[in-house]
């Protein structure tokens, strides 16, 4: 019988050795097994917590998800300024924090994408995640410009989010956050100049 209180603790303990398995062989090769000696704890601990693979990779996803809004949060409790722009410059932050650009991270996010394409419950939490970010800065664009300019500003800032992380990702240099975030700062203050005074 597990102890009490264990569950979370062994949870946390198969994401952790969720994103290591994937960071050392890739999503395909990390193999129940391995993630299993990884978190020291035999195979059928996965099965209890998770079901299989596909629910670990789920719920390994949902931490990385909650990571970038636990830091947008943060980021946004502590802001003095309640411009629009500094909301985005939160959210660009958030993208760009240390908890999605390490190495770990950055190949399970990219295995998770493309695994979304094939597998129903994480193409959802993939919609899930694109539509909150799209949604947060429309928000913020939508206090300053008219709505079909808001969004066409928002799904360019979204995607070029998106595409500076992943050529980041795809580098294999180290990650220039400051350069990203710079990039992203400049589009968002030309949109923001359109604003109708």
Not at 172 to 186: L, S, V, W
């Amino acid at each position: 019988m597990p102890k009490v209180g264990m569950q979370p603790i062994r949870r946390q303990q198969l994401i952790e050795a969720t994103l290591q398995a994937v960071d050392q062989v890739g999503m395909a090769d990390a193999s129940i097994a391995l993630i299993a000696r990884l978190a020291g704890v035999s195979n059928g601990i996965i099965s209890h917590y998770f079901k299989d693979k596909n629910g670990l990779i789920a719920a390994t996803m949902r931490y990385l998800m909650n990571a970038l809004i636990d830091n947008v949060t943060e980021r946004r409790q502590a802001l003095s300024d309640d411009s629009p722009r500094a909301h985005l410059q939160v959210i660009v932050e958030g993208n760009f924090d240390a908890s999605q650009v390490n190495g770990p991270a950055m190949k399970t996010w990219l295995a998770f994408w493309a695994a979304s394409m094939h597998q129903p419950s994480l193409h959802r939490l993939q919609r899930i995640n694109d539509h909150r970010l799209y949604s947060n800065l429309c928000c913020q664009f939508r206090r300053v410009l008219p709505q079909a300019q808001a969004r066409n500003a928002a799904r360019g800032l979204a995607a070029l989010i998106d595409g500076l992380w992943l050529r980041g990702a795809l580098s294999g240099d180290g990650f220039d956050t400051d350069q990203a975030q710079r990039i992203c700062y400049e589009y968002m203050d030309l949109q923001l100049a359109k604003q109708v005074s």
